[in-house]
Structures are given as C-alpha cells and as structure tokens.
C-alpha cells in the first residue's frame, strides 16, 4: 500500500457552542448540522462563522441553539482514555487478562475572544447569569447550591479531513452532545499577554445514540 501525504493533516479548528435541551440524540444533531451547512462539499467552518454570539435560533428541531465562541488558540485536543484493570494469576509474571473498568473522553482548547459569553462556557454557568442592560454586560459568578447539577452543552468542531483524490477543502466534523466544564480553569489579564480562557470539556455518552456513543467524528469523502 503507498503512503499518502494527504492523510497528514494539519491546521487548526472552528468551534462553537450549543445550549438548550436537547431533542434526538448526536446521530439526529449531526444530521441537521449537514442539513445546514452549505456547498458541495458541505462547508461546515462556514456555518460555524454564520453562527450569532448572542441571540440566535434553534438548529432545526435538535433543541439546541448554538453560538460561535470565535478565535481559538492552539487548536483542539481531543483525548480518548481508557482504563483497563487486570487479573493476574500465580503461574504468570504478567497479567492473564486485562478488562476496561472506565472510560473518560475530553476535549481542550482556549478561547482566544475573552467575551462574558465565552466565561460562561468555561466556568460552567447558567445561561440567565449573564445579563445586558442598555450601558452594561454583567454576569454573576455564583457558587451554587449543594447537589447542583453541571450544564451539558453540544461542542462541535470541524478541522481538515484526509485529502480525496480529485477534491478539495474536505473537513472532519467532530459532534458530541454532551460537554461538561469541569475543571478548574484560570486566566491572566497581564500587560504583554492576551487574555485566554483555557477550557477542558469532558464528554458523557449519550444513551440515545447508536452504542451510546460520546460523539460522532465524520469525514467528508466527496
């Protein structure tokens, strides 16, 4: 089998934001993503750019309304960690079987926009925290309350997909519905260094999609 240059990819990625409750699972998100994106091949960075930062409508009938979060820096993570446990038995040194006992899939970037809208994503806030008046943008920062559940958001992104002979500007799409912010994140307001929002979010799997996946990852192939 030759080797393919085209299948090393390199650039960054788009990303944006849905909130809302979700109606349908990822296989019926991503649909509706396709759905609106334009051109052949389907341009999917060019609809998270149409994307509002504040205000917006639904995505079809998927319960979620989704937002651009704009300039990233550094690119995406995406980190695919499994757990394994083992049995060892007295006649080996090693172990006689592994089995997996946990899983965990996380996403990582910085927003490069410092907005209020952005903050809410990466603190995990409720959305009606943030408020806009006719001179001011305020959002609260609340501790919450014990048992408080964290908000599940969409986090898409599309970066460059593997290069098909005879076409051009192919994208990966990557769709997950359930994003938690949950880690601790701090940012500096410094004098010779922009202002970022670092974000880790961690990915739950979503029970009504085929084999309960956390995501779905497409690639376009024409």
């Not at 091949?41 to 409508?57: E, I, Q």
């Not at 994003?179 to 974000?199: D, I, N, Q, W």
Request: glycine share 10%; with cysteine.
């Amino acid at each position: 089998m030759s080797n393919v240059t085209g299948n090393i990819l390199v650039g960054g990625a788009e990303v944006c934001v849905g909130v809302g409750a979700p109606d349908g699972s990822v296989d019926d998100l991503a649909t509706a993503i396709k759905g609106a994106a334009s051109g052949t091949p389907k341009d999917f960075r060019a609809w998270m750019n149409s994307l509002p930062r504040t205000g917006g409508s639904e995505l079809g009938s998927t319960g979620f309304t989704f937002y651009d979060v704009g300039f990233t820096s550094e690119g995406v993570e995406i980190s695919y960690n499994p757990d394994f446990a083992e049995v060892e038995v007295d006649q080996l040194l090693d172990a006689a079987r592994l089995f997996r006992q946990k899983m965990t899939v996380t996403v990582k970037t910085s927003f490069a926009e410092a907005t209020l809208e952005n903050l809410v994503y990466v603190w995990d806030l409720r959305d009606d925290y943030l408020s806009e008046g006719a001179e001011y943008k305020e959002l609260y920062l609340v501790p919450g309350e014990l048992g408080d559940r964290p908000n599940e958001r969409a986090l898409v992104f599309a970066g460059n997909a593997p290069v098909v002979a005879g076409t051009e500007r192919l994208q990966r799409l990557y769709v997950t519905t359930r994003a938690v912010s949950m880690t601790a994140s701090a940012h500096g307001v410094k004098r010779s260094e922009a202002t970022m929002f670092p974000v880790e979010f961690r990915l739950l799997p979503d029970g009504g999609s085929s084999y309960s996946a956390y995501g779905k990852i497409i690639d376009q192939i024409a």
